[in-house]
């Protein structure tokens, strides 16, 4: 309560537009002016990035063709490295030489890429190469804070988050961390005028030209973190686009028309960039509004197929890690609670609304004591974490089938 009587108090106090490519860090405005704080966020991050420091380049305007601040970020794949080893201390990637595609991106595990297969010419092949075979490419980066929270405790490693849950340990960042999740699509070089690029080396040598897409923003400026989501404007006339089906809520953009005016906002050095061509689909900063109904938010790249019941700090709040039957377990993504679940993957549901203690501890009916887990303070990123013994079987459906 005092948190939120301070955050109001303050409420009426301006954010600071006079230092763009600066990061903000004001929970007053994260709270009061979610929207415009999202923009604010999203300038500062995607602010031209410094070749010889990797931090914002002050001298550099917005939108200069050339990697941005998150992508010098730690990538996922720099941090939760095979055998759980220690990624090392904190070193910015360098968005000139960015790291092979196959750590930067999300691809298949090894011993999944092994059995999988693809159609060329008719025939099924094996699959040499997923980042040139997927549609889209999804990245997560972490600044600093994130990353060296994670480093101290050993979270890196599926033995260090168990450590952590035996000893009833809290897993909570500190303010200030943030992590980003991007999507990625390919394009030809006649759409890169409306889109921020990447290029990409293909396994055989080859490089391909990507357009960001979408782009998810958390920041811990709130107990249950800022969560705000971007999309190219472009996004639902694609082809193979289900398009946006939850209304985009942006208040700082469309401050005389419907929050859903599908405009980025004047005046803050968006014109004549790429980045006029993107759109904020709405922010969270907290579960339920003020009629008890659960809040949702979705990206049409990043929850495809369960837009209508996405809640990014719902589901965010599942984070989590536990043990049972001796074996490391997860709370699962997915809501199959549901008895008309669907047989697509891509129709799944979501979790929103307030979490329930019974998803972390309790007893169920028949007065067995249901499975314990260890919230991860909302970061499902540290879901990627390696075993230091090699591969091990994390079990997401034990709750499912111990309800």
Request: proline fraction near 7%.
């Amino acid at each position: 309560m005092l948190l939120l009587a301070a955050l109001a108090a303050n409420s009426a106090i301006a954010l600071d537009w006079q230092a763009p490519w600066r990061e903000p860090h004001d929970a007053a405005a994260a709270a009061n002016r979610s929207d415009e704080y999202a923009w604010r966020l999203f300038v500062a991050l995607n602010w031209p990035a410094s070749p010889m420091t990797r931090a914002a380049d002050r001298t550099a305007q917005l939108g200069a063709d050339r990697p941005v601040v998150w992508e010098s970020w730690q990538s996922a794949g720099d941090v939760y490295l095979e055998d759980g080893k220690d990624p090392g201390p904190w070193a910015h990637a360098d968005p000139a030489h960015p790291a092979a595609p196959q750590r930067r991106f999300e691809t298949l595990s090894l011993q999944d890429l092994l059995k999988a297969r693809h159609i060329v010419d008719g025939a099924m092949v094996p699959l040499a190469d997923p980042i040139a075979a997927a549609k889209r490419l999804t990245e997560i980066r972490m600044n600093r804070q994130t990353y060296e929270y994670i480093r101290a405790r050993e979270l890196y490693t599926l033995e260090g988050q168990i450590r952590a849950f035996d000893q009833n340990r809290t897993v909570s960042f500190p303010y200030g961390a943030k992590e980003v999740k991007a999507k990625w699509r390919p394009i030809s070089e006649s759409e890169s005028s409306r889109y921020h690029t990447t290029l990409v080396t293909l396994a055989d040598g080859t490089k391909r030209l990507y357009g960001l897409t979408a782009l998810h923003i958390v920041s811990k400026d709130l107990p249950h973190w800022f969560w705000a989501t971007f999309e190219q404007v472009d996004n639902p006339a694609l082809a193979d686009s289900e398009g946006w089906q939850l209304p985009s809520r942006d208040r700082y953009s469309c401050p005389a028309t419907g929050t859903d005016c599908n405009l980025a906002p004047p005046n803050i050095g968006l014109e004549g960039t790429v980045w006029q061509y993107y759109r904020l689909r709405g922010t969270l900063t907290g579960y339920v509004d003020l009629e008890g109904r659960p809040e949702l938010l979705a990206n049409s790249e990043l929850e495809t197929g369960l837009q209508k019941t996405a809640s990014c700090i719902t589901c965010h709040s599942r984070a989590s890690i536990g043990v049972i039957a001796g074996a490391p377990a997860r709370l699962p993504i997915f809501d199959s609670r549901m008895n008309d679940a669907p047989a697509d993957a891509r129709q799944r549901r979501g979790f929103s609304g307030l979490p329930l203690s019974e998803w972390y501890r309790g007893l169920r009916s028949d007065g067995h004591m249901r499975p314990i887990f260890q919230p991860l303070d909302f970061v499902w990123s540290l879901s990627q974490a390696k075993s230091t013994k090699g591969s091990v079987q994390i079990d997401r459906d034990a709750v499912g089938r111990l309800e």
